[in-house]
T-cell receptor, first 111, second 111 residues
C-alpha cells in the first residue's frame, strides 16, 4: 500500500516547456506539502495545503502553481521551465505538524 | 531560522558510534529527525517535544535540551543500513505547521 505517491518519477524536458507533477496520499491526512531539494540536498518548503486550502506559499516564482482538487491530491504545475528548476520535488503529507510522510520524489531535469 | 547541524559529514566503520547535533539560535519547542537514504525520500525517525526528552528507535536515540536550544541524535553500533543524510527540523516560530530543515549531516558507514 503506497502512502504518498507521485508521478512521474523522472521528468526530462527543455527550457521553456510547461510540466505538471501529481501527488496523491491515502493516509487521510489533511495537510499536504511540496518541497524542493536542490543538488546540495537542501530541503525547502514551497507550498502547503490544508484540506484544499493554500496555507503556506513561500517565496516561489509564480511560474509554480499548486492545485489541490481534494484533500488527498496536490498537484504542481510549472510554467516556462528554467535550468534552475532542476531539482527533486517531494510531495509530503502530515496530520501532526513536523511529522511528515514524503512521496518518492520527482527528479526534474531541465535541459 | 534554519537549525544548524554538525558535523556536515561523518565516515564511520560498521559498529562505531556517531553523534549528530542540531542547534538553533532561537527557542526550540520541538525537534524532528529524518533520515534520507541515497536516491530515496526522507523518512521520519522521531519527534522530541519536551525539554529533556529522550527517545529511542532501535539503536538510534535522541535527546533534546530545551535550555541549550539543541538536540543530538545518537547512532550506536552503526550498521551499513544507517548510511544516509540525517536532517533535523524545527517548527517555524510564527506558524507551527511549517517545518524548517537543517542542511543535513551525511553519514557514510564502511564495512
Amino acid at each position: 500500500d503506497t502512502a504518498v505517491s507521485q508521478t512521474p518519477k523522472y521528468l526530462v524536458t527543455q527550457m521553456g516547456n510547461d510540466k505538471s507533477i501529481k501527488c496523491e496520499q491515502n493516509l487521510g491526512h489533511d495537510t499536504m506539502y511540496w518541497y524542493k531539494q536542490d543538488s546540495k540536498k537542501f530541503l525547502k518548503i514551497m507550498f502547503s495545503y490544508n484540506n484544499k486550502e493554500l496555507i503556506i506559499n513561500e517565496t516561489v516564482p509564480n511560474r509554480f502553481s499548486p492545485k489541490s482538487p481534494d484533500k488527498a491530491h496536490l498537484n504542481l504545475h510549472i510554467n516556462s521551465l528554467e535550468l534552475g528548476d532542476s531539482a527533486v520535488y517531494f510531495c509530503a503529507s502530515s496530520v501532526i505538524p513536523g511529522t511528515q510522510y514524503f512521496g518518492p520524489g520527482t527528479r526534474l531535469l531541465v535541459l | 531560522q534554519q537549525p544548524v547541524q554538525s558535523p556536515q559529514a561523518v565516515i564511520l566503520r560498521e559498529g562505531e558510534d556517531a553523534v549528530i547535533n542540531c542547534s538553533s539560535s532561537k527557542a526550540l519547542y520541538s525537534v524532528h529527525w529524518y533520515r534520507q537514504k541515497h536516491g530515496e525520500a526522507p523518512v521520519f525517525l522521531m519527534i522530541l517535544l519536551k525539554g529533556g526528552e529522550q527517545k529511542g528507535h532501535e539503536k538510534i536515540s535522541a535527546s533534546f535540551n530545551e535550555k541549550k536550544q539543541q538536540s543530538s541524535l545518537y547512532l550506536t553500533a552503526s550498521q551499513l543500513s544507517y548510511s544516509g543524510t540525517y536532517f533535523c527540523g524545527t517548527l517555524d516560530m510564527n506558524r507551527d505547521d511549517k517545518i524548517i530543515f537543517g542542511k543535513g549531516t551525511r553519514l557514510h558507514i564502511l564495512p
